[in-house]
């Protein structure tokens, strides 16, 4: 799991988290290219404009959660300010908020 016996966040835990972001982000920087040069059918516009949102917005999630990480608040609620659960961090690795955060958050 992704926590040290102090209840932090294991660092070699977030050097793996880091590197798999980073893959993550690279990834998505080479499909953003892709489909913002893809001239293809014109009827596919509104598809590919949907895929170019869905892609910018992964692409700031992962830069963020990136740059938390080099900050060192990777894994603190920005709202309450407490440890977001490793689980959560698991399944949504750029997780700004804890659970009850969140759902106030809308």
């Not at 050097?15 to 990834?27: I, K, P």
């Not at 516009?45 to 892609?55: F, G, L």
């Not at 992964?58 to 920005?78: K, V």
């Amino acid at each position: 799991m992704g926590t040290d016996i102090r209840g932090g966040l294991d660092q070699q835990w977030l050097t793996r988290l880091r590197a798999t972001l980073t893959s993550d982000f690279e990834a998505q920087t080479a499909r953003l290219t892709e489909l913002t040069a893809d001239t293809g059918d014109p009827g596919e516009a509104h598809t590919r404009a949907a895929m170019i949102a869905d892609t910018r917005q992964s692409l700031g999630q992962i830069g963020d959660a990136l740059r938390r990480i080099a900050e060192g608040g990777y894994g603190t609620c920005e709202r309450c300010r407490t440890q977001i659960p490793p689980e959560r961090l698991e399944v949504l690795p750029h997780a700004r908020f804890c659970v009850p955060c969140q759902r106030e958050q809308g």
